[in-house]
C-alpha cells in the first residue's frame, strides 16, 4: 500500500492524481498499514493543490466522504495508534476551512452577467460545506469541554472572516442545528457574541430564532436550565445590541420567540415577560412606521396572545403593566379581538377580588366597553350583542368575602360601564343591579346583632349605601328607551328593599314610587302598560315591609292606573287583579279586605259588560267568575253565592251569541269552570246553594 499511495502520485494531471491518491489512502488506512492521522494529514494538505472552486468542493467532499468511517475517534477501531479524536477534528475543521473559501470564491468567478446563476449554484453546493459541521457533531471525542474550547472557537472564527453572507447565514444555522442543546446553553453567550459580529445584511432574526425555539423546545422536554445560566438574560442583552438593522418585523418575530422562552424557562417570572412588552413598545413607538401591514399585525397579535394561552388566568396578564401598550398599535378590530379573547379567558378562569383589578381590566379591554375613535360607523348587531353579553358575565366573576371591596368593585365596573353609551348599558348595568342587591342581603344577613333592632346602625348604613347604587343604576337605565326593563329593575330593587325588614319600608316606597313615575312619563303602549301594571300587582302582593298607610297608598294608585287603561279589556282584567292586593294571604303577610275585593271585581264586571263585542265581554265574565269563585274558596265573606248564581246566568245568557270562532275555546273554559263548581259541590257544603 506504501508503494501504490506514492505511485499514484506520479499522475500526470493534478485532479486525477488526487483522486486517486484519496482512493488509495483511504484503502491504506482501512488496512491500518498507516497511522491513520499521518495519511489524514497528508491528504487534506494534498488537495490544497486544486484550487478551482467548484472542482476543489467536489475534490474535498470525495475525501469527506471516503474518510468519514475511517476517522480515529473515541472507541473507534482506529484509535490508539492510529491517531486520537483530537486528530480527526482537526482533519475535519482544515477541510471545513478550505472547503469554505472555495465555496466563498465561487461567486467571483465569471462575468457580472452570470452572478444570479453563480448565486444558484452556490446554494445547490452549500450542503457539501455543512456536512463538515454535522461530521463534527457526530464524533464521539467532542464533548462539551472540546467544542467550547476547540471546535466553536474555529468554527465561528472561520465563519465571521469569510464575511460573505450567504456563508455566515448558513454556516451559523448549520451550526445551532448539529450540536446539541446543552452544548448552546453552556457556550451561549460565546454564539451570541458571534452573531453579533456577522455582516450587516445577514437575517439574524432567522438565526436567533433558530436558536431560542431549539432552547425553548429543550426546556419544555423537561431538562434542566442551570440557575447560573441566566438564558432570558444573556438573550435580551444581545438581541438589544443586533436589532438596529433588523426591520420590524424581524424584531417582533424574535421578540415573540423570545417571550416563548421565558415563559418556557421561567413561567413565573413575569418582570422578563413585562421587559420584552416594554422594549418591543418602545421600538415600535420610536420607529413610527405604519403597522397596519399583515405581517406587523399578525406578530403584534401572536406577541398578545401568548401569555393568554401560556397563564390561561387573565389576572396574571393584568400584572404586566407594559403588555397595554401594544394595543394602540392596532386597528379597532384587532384590539376588539384582543380584547374579547381577553374577556372570554376571564370568564373561564379568573375570580376577581380587588377594585383595581377591574379598573385595570376594563380599561385593557375598553374596546368592548365603550366606543373607539377609529371604529366603523356601522357594527353588526349580532357581533355586539355577543360582546356585550361577554361583559355583563363577567360582572358575576367579581366574588370576595371583603363586602366593602366588593361593593367597590361593582362602583369601579358602573364607572366603566357608564361610559359605554345607551346600546351597551342595556347589557352591562342590569347584572351590577342584581349583584347590588344579593350583596344588600349579604350584608342584612352578616349585621344582625340584637334581637331588639334587628340591625346595627352600620349594618344599616352599608345597606343603604348599596341601594342607593342600584337606584342610581336603575335610574341611568330610566333615560335609555327601555322603560319597560327600568321599572323591572326598581320592582326588584323593592322586593330585595322589603326583605332587609322595617328600616328600609323608606326605601322599599321609593323604588315602587320610582316605578309608578317610568310607569306615567315612558309607558304609553297600551300593551306595555298592562303588562306594568300586572307587574306591579304582581311585586306589591309581595311586599311584606309596608305599614298600612303606605301599602293603602301604592295599591289605591295601582288600582287607579289600571281603571284609566285604554282598552276596556285590559281595563278589565289589570282591575280584577288589583282585587288580590287587598287579599293577600302568606306566612310573612296576611292582609284581607273583603270590601275592597268587591268593589274591584264589581268595577271588572261593568268594565266588561260595556266591551261592543260578545266574545270578548263572555271571555271577560268567564275570567272574573274564576275571580268570584277563588274569593269565595277563599271564604271572602264579601263574596256571597247570590254573585256566582248571578254571574253564571248573565254568562249562559250571552254566550250564544259569542263569535263562532271564539266560541270552541270560550266553551271549553266555562265548561271547565262549571265541572270544578259541581265537584266542589259534591265535597263542599258551602257550593250546595250556587245555581248553575
Known amino acids: 500500500m506504501s508503494e501504490l499511495y506514492e505511485l499514484v502520485q506520479y499522475a500526470g494531471n493534478i485532479l486525477p492524481r488526487l483522486y486517486l491518491l484519496c482512493t488509495v489512502g483511504s484503502a491504506y488506512i482501512k488496512l491500518k ?13 494534498m488537495t490544497r493543490g486544486v484550487q478551482h472552486p467548484t472542482r476543489g468542493l467536489f475534490l474535498r467532499t470525495y475525501l469527506s466522504e471516503v474518510c468519514k468511517d475511517k476517522l480515529p475517534d473515541v472507541g473507534s477501531e482506529y484509535e490508539g495508534k492510529g491517531g486520537s479524536a483530537k486528530d480527526s477534528i482537526d482533519f475535519v475543521l482544515v477541510n471545513f476551512t478550505e472547503m469554505n473559501k472555495l465555496w466563498v470564491r465561487m461567486q467571483h468567478q465569471g462575468s457580472m452577467r452570470e452572478r444570479e446563476k453563480r448565486e444558484a449554484e ?61 452544548y448552546h446553553l453552556r457556550t451561549l453567550t460565546r454564539l451570541l457574541h458571534a452573531c453579533s459580529e456577522l455582516s450587516q445584511g445577514v437575517n439574524l ?77 418602545s421600538i415600535l413607538t420610536s420607529r413610527a412606521e405604519d403597522y397596519s401591514k399583515p405581517a ?25 403593566e407594559h403588555y397595554p401598550k401594544l394595543l394602540p398599535f392596532l386597528g379597532y378590530q384587532n384590539r376588539k379581538r384582543i380584547a374579547t379573547d381577553i374577556a372570554k379567558n376571564a370568564i373561564e378562569y379568573a375570580t376577581f377580588r380587588q377594585s383595581d383589578q377591574i379598573d385595570k381590566f376594563l380599561k385593557l379591554i375598553s374596546p368592548l366597553v365603550k366606543d373607539q375613535d377609529d371604529q366603523p360607523a356601522e357594527i353588526d348587531q349580532e357581533d355586539f350583542e355577543e360582546e356585550q353579553n361577554i361583559i355583563a358575565a363577567l360582572v358575576h366573576l367579581f366574588d370576595t368575602d371583603d363586602l366593602e371591596q366588593l361593593f367597590l368593585m361593582y362602583v369601579t365596573s358602573r364607572k ?18 342584581f349583584r347590588a342587591l ?21 349594618g344599616i348604613t352599608g345597606i343603604k349605601k348599596v341601594f342607593k347604587f342600584a337606584h342610581e343604576t336603575a335610574t341611568a337605565l330610566a333615560r335609555t328607551n327601555l322603560a319597560d326593563l327600568s321599572l323591572r329593575l326598581f320592582l326588584q330593587c323593592a322586593q330585595a328593599a322589603s326583605k332587609c325588614g322595617s328600616p328600609f319600608e323608606p326605601i322599599a316606597y321609593d323604588f315602587v314610587t320610582q316605578a309608578f313615575l317610568i310607569y306615567e312619563e315612558h309607558i304609553s303602549d297600551s300593551q306595555s302598560q298592562l303588562n306594568a301594571i300586572l307587574l306591579i300587582v304582581g311585586t306589591l302582593q309581595t311586599l311584606t315591609v ?44 296576611e292582609y284581607k279586605n273583603g270590601k275592597r275585593v268587591l268593589e274591584c271585581l264589581q268595577k271588572a264586571l261593568k268594565i266588561a259588560d260595556t266591551c261592543m263585542e260578545s266574545s270578548t265581554n263572555v271571555h271577560l265574565f268567564v275570567e272574573i267568575l274564576n275571580q268570584y269563585l277563588y274569593y269565595f274558596q277563599q271564604k ?57
Not at 429543550?218 to 431538562?223: L, R, V
Not at 406587523?296 to 396578564?317: A, E, H, R, Y
Not at 352578616?446 to 340591625?455: A, F, H, I, N, Q
Not at 298600612?548 to 285604554?566: G, I, Q, R
Open 438 to 458: 344579593k350583596l344588600a342581603l349579604k350584608l342584612k344577613e352578616m349585621s344582625k346583632v340584637e334581637e331588639e333592632t334587628g340591625l346595627s346602625e352600620q
Open 33 to 45: 498499514e498507516a497511522p491513520a492521522k499521518d495519511v489524514l494529514k497528508d491528504l487534506v494538505e
Open 416 to 433: 366603566h360601564f357608564g361610559q359605554g353609551g345607551p346600546k351597551r348599558i342595556t347589557y352591562t348595568l342590569v347584572p351590577l343591579v
Open 296 to 320: 406587523t399585525v399578525k406578530f403584534i397579535m401572536k406577541l398578545l396572545s401568548i401569555p393568554l394561552d401560556t397563564f390561561k388566568n387573565t389576572l396574571t396578564v393584568l400584572q404586566l
Open 122 to 182: 452556490r446554494q445547490e453546493l452549500k450542503i457539501l460545506v455543512g456536512k463538515n459541521i454535522q461530521r463534527l457533531s457526530m464524533l464521539e471525542g467532542v464533548d462539551l469541554d472540546i467544542y467550547s474550547k476547540h471546535v466553536l472557537p474555529k468554527l465561528v472564527e472561520q465563519v465571521v472572516q469569510c464575511k460573505d453572507l450567504l456563508a455566515q447565514q448558513y454556516l451559523t444555522e448549520v451550526i445551532i442545528q448539529a450540536f446539541p442543546d446543552d
Open 546 to 589: 309596608f305599614g298600612e298607610e303606605n301599602y293603602d297608598t301604592l295599591v289605591t294608585k295601582t288600582a287607579l292606573h289600571a281603571s284609566k287603561l285604554l282598552k276596556k279589556p285590559d281595563q278589565c282584567r289589570a282591575v280584577y287583579q288589583c282585587s288580590h292586593l287587598f287579599w293577600v294571604v302568606a306566612p310573612e303577610k
Open 205 to 281: 432574526k432567522n438565526i436567533l430564532v433558530s436558536l431560542i425555539d431549539r432552547l425553548a423546545n429543550y426546556a419544555a422536554k423537561g431538562e434542566h436550565i442551570p440557575a447560573e445560566i441566566k438564558v432570558f438574560d444573556i438573550f435580551s442583552e444581545y438581541t438589544a445590541k443586533m436589532v438596529e438593522h433588523m426591520s420590524t418585523d424581524d424584531i417582533l418575530a424574535l421578540h415573540a420567540s423570545l417571550l416563548h422562552l421565558t415563559l418556557t424557562c421561567y413561567p413565573t417570572a413575569l418582570e422578563n415577560v413585562d421587559k420584552i412588552f416594554e422594549f418591543v413598545s
Open 636 to 692: 271572602n265573606e264579601a263574596v256571597a253565592i247570590k254573585y256566582l248564581t248571578g254571574l253564571t246566568e248573565l254568562i249562559n245568557t250571552n254566550i250564544a251569541n259569542a263569535d263562532e270562532k271564539e266560541s270552541a275555546a270560550l266553551n271549553t273554559h266555562y265548561q271547565n269552570t262549571l265541572n270544578y263548581i259541581r265537584k266542589k259541590k259534591e265535597t263542599d257544603p258551602r257550593y250546595k246553594e250556587v245555581e248553575i
